[in-house]
């Protein structure tokens, strides 16, 4: 888990890691994909407004 939010960029891992420890991965890993997809869907909007800009800009 800790690998995968190194890579995506994702911020406090240490609340992942702690629902990990406190609750179990079925809470964890729900917690850990939800932020994950928007994180995603976050970086998407980004890229597709800067596409836009740049198409105005033409």
Do not use: C, D
Not at 7 to 28: D, E, K, M, T
């Amino acid at each position: 888990m800790s690998r995968e939010a190194a890579r995506h960029s994702i911020r406090n891992q240490w609340v992942y890691i702690l629902a990990l420890l406190l609750a179990g991965l079925s809470f964890a890993w729900p917690l850990f994909l939800f932020k994950l997809e928007a994180e995603r869907e976050s970086k998407l909007v980004e890229t597709a407004s800067t596409e836009t800009r740049a198409a105005a800009n033409r």
